[in-house]
DNA sequence: ATTGAGTAGTCATTTTTATGACTATCATGG
DNA sequence: CCATGATAGTCATAAAAATGACTACTCAAT
């Protein structure tokens, strides 16, 4: 029942639709957390049941009319709980790395090609992040901005994405720089 | 359903029992997959029945007997099919990015402390994961292994892991620091 | 005039994961 | 002699996450 938190987390800088958020889990909440919008939206039903957030209509012309949620105090108190709590190690799950486990068992090209295309997800991933960077920073150097910035969470989150994407970027192209050589290698025999 | 892929892919560098593989699942294996040993020993008897794997009952003197489960051709072939699809992107879920992201609206104190913790976690990890790496190469270099050598999937997942937590390391140090000065600067109006 | 894309959201169901509570045996330390 | 920890598992159930199939409205392009 950790969603609950990404959700109060991800709501902390303003409220959000449904809708909103679910992009915001898109690119910078995805970061550390990744859900569906259906989840989303069941999960802002729960947490306005219980009092955690609240949500207000907002009449819109020319589009839907959409609800805006922000975090309540006993929403902060929650988080403020979970916080407290000792956080349990971070689950990895990553279908990619286990093909690499079982390389060289399984067709090399398949693997490179999928290698290739993370590292270039990887690519784009490290440019969003760098614009979000320069968004949350404004004129800022980042040095000024983590010392005196208002909001330093989000951007110290996406600073640990990029540096995650940078290491996933780097680990592709050394893998695939191998495996092909070992398979250049293999076919001079 | 990728549980059962990463048991075939660990299952690849010899047999195992599944209380071997629980073992395996908690050191390098957790690099790309987490789960627990009740959720393994189901998967092992979901597989055996459809004859992705096969286990042999070994008697042991001093202690119970085991199964000792291998990878069967169809298991292989499977693993085949399950690397040509594409990867869904890796997702990733970690309770301390969400309580950074609400990091200066929840108790700095808890979360300094879970970063420290987090730290030196990742810290044993990377010396696990060189002792890992060491055992894998023998005495050979890492560019001669990894030109020559021939289960070189476990190696490389090993390496990401190794850089991951490097990485992992480095920030919460970083972020720690950023919290701790912040937090004096405060104090000092 | 219709199709496709973007906004905004809901419902029901299945699949996957996680948890707690168990059964055994053997070896070791105190 | 008893407790603890390692080995080697099983069963049932709860919780979480993922999936597929929907409803509506608007705008822009074909």
């Known amino acids: 029942m950790a969603l609950r938190h990404a959700v109060l987390a991800a709501l902390l800088d303003g409220e959000l639709s449904g809708y909103q958020l679910a992009k915001a889990f898109d690119v910078g909440v995805a970061n550390f957390w990744y859900a569906q919008p259906q989840q989303l939206y069941a999960e802002l039903t729960r947490l306005e049941k219980e009092g955690l957030v609240a949500g207000r209509?907002?009449?819109q012309e020319s589009r839907p009319n959409k609800r805006l949620f922000h975090v309540t105090d006993p929403g902060l108190a929650e988080l403020e709980t979970f916080t407290a709590a000792s956080a349990?190690?971070?689950?990895v799950?990553?279908?990619?790395l286990v093909k690499v486990q079982a390389a060289e068992r399984v067709d090399t090209d398949a693997l490179v090609?999928?290698?290739?295309?993370?590292?270039?997800v990887a690519r784009a991933k490290i440019d969003l992040f760098g614009t979000l960077l320069r968004r949350l920073r404004g004129d800022?150097?980042?040095e000024d901005f983590l010392r005196h910035g208002d909001r330093i969470g989000p951007?110290?989150?996406c600073l640990r994405g990029v540096a995650f994407e940078q290491e996933n970027h780097d680990w592709c192209v050394r893998t695939v720089a191998i495996l092909e050589?070992?398979?250049?290698a293999h076919a001079r025999h």
Request: net charge neutral.
């Open 181 to 184: 050589e070992r398979r250049q």
């Open 93 to 96: 799950r990553d279908d990619l």
């Open 57 to 59: 209509e907002v009449v």
């Open 88 to 91: 349990k190690p971070a689950v």
């Open 140 to 142: 800022r150097t980042e």
């Open 113 to 120: 090609a999928q290698l290739t295309e993370r590292a270039q």
């Open 155 to 157: 951007y110290l989150t």
